[in-house]
């Protein structure tokens, strides 16, 4: 018997503002671990993670997360569930910790959404580094990879069903980079990276290679290939899960909160 996937993104297109398309007929399946998703300089990567996230639209395709789509799931609730984190932190006004109480007051008058949804991000970024008092510094006294730890930390607190990572690691030495590794490679992640390296070290459910244009001629799901030059799919671009089971991080309710201030780490609050 076949079980659907965890999250699943079929024919996913996004045109340019001339009418061309950016990319077309991209599909993910992920049931369980780390889907990476590679490929040029602006062939669309982080657009296309915002497209899976609802941040923006798609021209063509549907994505869903347990066989529902985001209006079945309304999209806070898609947003929190599926959950994004951008490869820039924005600078928001006060400290990280100020940020937390506010997306837990907007979650606060939310239907089943009780104070033990969230796990404490501050514990979770210890083990990355990131002494307790930074919490209390404001964001733009923070260094690029303190923001970064630090943001990741507050998406997973959310426990989120999948994380759409956005080179989550590019501000991090290769200490805090493995660190930070160890924890997001026990859930559930598609995750770009422009490091092969990476690919190959963390890439457990399948390699999205994206390319312009169409996407659709890449034939089968891509398996993990490793050569003495490091990784690559198999020249053929879908990335499919292999996992198996479901992820350790799902949670009774997700929907931390109420508007896009909190499905988007970077988003500022309102
Ligand atoms: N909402 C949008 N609609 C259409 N095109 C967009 C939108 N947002 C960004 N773009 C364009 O999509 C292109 C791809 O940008 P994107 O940031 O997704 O690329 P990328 O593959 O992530 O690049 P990099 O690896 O350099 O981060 C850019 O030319 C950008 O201007």
Request: net charge negative.
């Amino acid at each position: 018997m076949t079980t659907s996937p965890l999250f699943r993104a079929k024919g996913i297109g996004k045109k340019n503002e001339d009418g061309t398309w950016l990319f077309r007929n991209v599909d993910l399946e992920l049931q369980q671990g780390v889907l990476t998703v590679s490929g040029p300089s602006g062939v669309g990567k982080s657009t296309l993670l915002k497209c899976i996230n609802q941040t923006i639209s798609m021209d063509e395709g549907q994505v869903w997360l347990d066989e529902k789509t985001p209006d079945q799931w309304g999209i806070p609730a898609w947003r929190s569930k599926v959950m994004y984190v951008p490869q820039r932190t924005a600078i928001m006004e006060g400290t990280p910790l100020d940020f937390v109480e506010e997306v837990k007051r907007f979650g606060a008058h939310r239907k089943n959404l009780k104070e033990n949804v969230f796990d404490d991000p501050v514990q979770i970024a210890l083990d990355w580094g990131i002494r307790p008092d930074l919490w209390h510094s404001k964001w733009n006294t923070l260094s690029g990879g303190e923001m970064q730890r630090i943001s990741i930390a507050i998406a997973c607190s959310f426990r989120p069903e999948v994380l759409l990572l956005d080179e989550p690691t590019s501000a991090l030495d290769e200490s805090s980079c493995d660190q930070v590794e160890q924890t997001l490679g026990q859930l559930n992640c598609v995750w770009v990276t422009h490091n092969p390296q990476q690919a190959k070290r963390i890439s457990t459910a399948g390699q999205l290679d994206m390319h312009a244009g169409d996407n659709s001629q890449q034939g089968s799901p891509s398996e993990v290939v490793v050569d003495e030059d490091g990784v690559h799919g198999n020249g053929k671009g879908h990335g499919h899960g292999h996992g198996h089971g479901r992820s350790n991080t799902k949670s009774s309710d997700t929907s931390a909160s109420t508007s896009s201030s909190s499905q988007t780490v970077n988003a500022k609050p309102k």
